[in-house]
Nanobody, 112 residues
């Protein structure tokens, strides 16, 4: 089970942090954040491989950061300099030994 928190409304240029708490074995998991805007396909925003290597979508590079806390079994997405086009439902995702888990989704709305 993955439980998300955070998100909400932010102004353009603002910041938000998303959190995802895992009940699964955490350190060995592949971890990622996806988002889905209305009328669009779900897209990968950021991910972290088991050895810590991270990748980001071009649209969020330099603005978003994925991080983890193994002791808390949590993965985070720090979102800075938010833009209107970042508005979407954000999902955390874990893959552990082939099994895939999704968070419940969190709405992020960027609007003035």
């Amino acid at each position: 089970q993955l439980v998300q928190s955070g998100g909400g409304l932010a102004q353009p240029g603002g910041s938000l942090t998303l959190s995802c708490l895992s009940s699964h074995d955490f350190p060995s998991a592949y971890k990622a954040w996806y988002r889905q805007a209305p009328g669009r396909q779900r897209e990968l925003v950021a991910d972290m491989a088991t050895y810590g290597y991270t990748t980001y979508a071009d649209s969020v590079k330099g603005r978003f950061a994925i991080s983890i806390d193994n002791a808390k079994k949590s993965v985070y997405l720090q979102m800075n300099n938010l833009k209107r086009e970042d508005t979407a439902v954000y999902y955390c995702f874990l893959r552990i030994s082939g099994a895939e888990y999704w968070g419940q989704g969190t709405q992020v709305t960027v609007s003035s």
